[in-house]
């Protein structure tokens, strides 16, 4: 234990406090037990060790990822247990998915040491509320997204913006445009955001993010959800043609019984995978307001999980109105309940309706719908019910 100790000093002498995830606002340490999700890449690692840095005792703190060396010959619940002995009382834990029993050993360590808080990290795809041992009725769950147009803004300038709320947005976006003006250029920031600035690593090197992001991709078909579901391989190469296709298309409207014999796998299969690829952080399924989702329903619509991941993709087949409506989808998910429109492209919290387009795009579509709003591209400010797309990316 002494050489995790050590370690994890370390981590903390180099870990940065300039920029915090908004998530880290969110958390009530009071919960004993506390599990956040999160997309490979989004952040996770990082936010822990800030998490420890800003709240946690550090005398009474260990880090550690369950993927370290030290597990090939010891157990965790045995670490927690001599941790606990020599005064621990914070237990932060990484890659939980890549240890076997994580499940029921963290169920064991809480329901033996109460004077132990633990919180642990992993990827999007594990099945806590279906875990082996039941954590559902122990573990608070969080989702961390990916870097907002906020926070990427914050990467770039170094200045500090609040975030609003939908409806601050809705009443108010033309004074809140007017304060971001005096501090940002938008439009050319907003460009460069959907192409590399989902993920937090794109600053460790711009010109090779698109190539860090497919060996991403592919880390998580191959490792974590291999890891969660046990998939055959054949299958792990079928879904990244399915991705493929999703992120060329403009969105995608999945025909279920074409797809699933062109792949080669059944119906109900084919259906399974694609919720496999959204509980990845890969994709995002879309349906009507009025339809009941099931475990067996085909979503309505496809798009990818971000816009990053159609360059990375798709490439120069990569359409800029999908960009758009995937951005906005992107922002929104999580936050408020959103889908498809009747009558424009989407429709959030069963009350609002929203079309979203380029520069030239006109009010035709929702003049007569009631709530009814343009989110437009290309312009830095906005007008009655016309506001500008890069806007909605400052909600969190």
Same mark, same amino acid.
């Given at each position: ?16 406090? =300039? ?37 946690? !005792? ?14 090939f010959d010891n157990k965790l619940y045995e670490l927690a247990k001599q941790f606990v002995q020599f005064g621990g009382t914070h237990l932060l834990l =990484?890659?939980?998915?890549?240890? !076997?029993?994580?499940? $029921? ?44 147009f906020r926070e990427f803004t914050i990467f770039e300038t170094k200045k500090i913006f609040p975030a609003y709320t939908f409806d601050e947005i809705l ?21 460069? &955001? ?5 993920? !937090? ?7 090779? &993010?698109? $190539?860090?992001?497919?060996?991403? /991709? ?5 490792? =974590? ?7 055959? &391989? ?11 296709t999703i992120a060329s298309s403009a969105p995608f409207t999945p025909n279920i019984t074409k797809i699933s014999e062109k792949v080669g796998v059944s $119906? ?55 960009? $758009? ?12 309940? /959103? ?29 007569? /719908?009631?709530?009814? &709003? ?11 019910? /016309? ?10």
């Amino acid at each position: 234990m002494d050489d995790l100790l050590f370690e994890f000093q370390i981590k903390m002498e180099r870990i940065s406090l =300039d920029i915090q995830r908004y998530i880290i606002k969110e958390l009530d340490l009071n919960n004993r037990l506390i599990a956040i999700k999160g997309a490979r890449g989004a952040g996770k690692t990082t936010l822990l060790l800030q998490l420890a840095k800003l709240h946690l !005792p550090l005398q009474s703190t260990l880090y550690v990822s369950l993927d370290h060396i030290y597990f090939f010959d010891n157990k965790l619940y045995e670490l927690a247990k001599q941790f606990v002995q020599f005064g621990g009382t914070h237990l932060l834990l =990484d890659e939980v998915h890549k240890y !076997p029993t994580w499940s $029921r050993e963290i169920k064991l360590i809480y329901d033996n040491f109460p004077e132990l808080s633990v919180i642990f990290i992993s990827s999007s795809m594990l099945e806590i509320y279906k875990s082996e041992s039941d954590l559902s009725r122990r573990a608070i769950s969080y989702d961390l997204k990916e870097l907002s147009f906020r926070e990427f803004t914050i990467f770039e300038t170094k200045k500090i913006f609040p975030a609003y709320t939908f409806d601050e947005i809705l009443k108010n976006h033309q004074s809140i445009a007017t304060t971001l003006l005096k501090e940002i250029k938008p439009l050319a920031l907003f460009e460069k &955001y959907l192409q590399i600035g989902a993920y !937090p690593y794109y600053k460790e090197n711009e010109s090779q &993010y698109q $190539r860090k992001l497919n060996n991403t /991709i592919n880390l998580i078909i191959e490792v =974590d959800i291999n890891a969660v579901e046990d998939v055959q &391989y054949d299958t792990l190469v079928k879904l990244k043609k399915l991705l493929i296709t999703i992120a060329s298309s403009a969105p995608f409207t999945p025909n279920i019984t074409k797809i699933s014999e062109k792949v080669g796998v059944s $119906r109900n299969m084919l259906v399974q995978s694609i919720k496999i690829l959204e509980r990845a952080g890969l994709v995002n399924e879309l349906y009507n307001d009025s339809t009941g989702i099931g475990v067996l329903t085909k979503p309505e619509k496809l798009y990818l999980n971000n816009s990053n991941l159609m360059y990375a993709l798709a490439k120069e087949n990569t359409n800029i109105g999908n960009v $758009r409506e995937t951005f906005f989808l992107n922002q929104f998910k999580g936050l408020h309940e /959103i889908n498809l429109s009747q009558y424009a492209d989407f429709v959030i919290d069963k009350t609002y309706t929203f079309e979203v387009g380029g520069k030239n795009k006109t009010k035709k579509q929702i003049a007569s /719908i009631e709530n009814s &709003y343009i989110a437009k591209d290309g312009i830095e400010i906005g007008f009655g019910n /016309i506001i500008p797309v890069w806007l909605f990316g400052f909600m969190y």
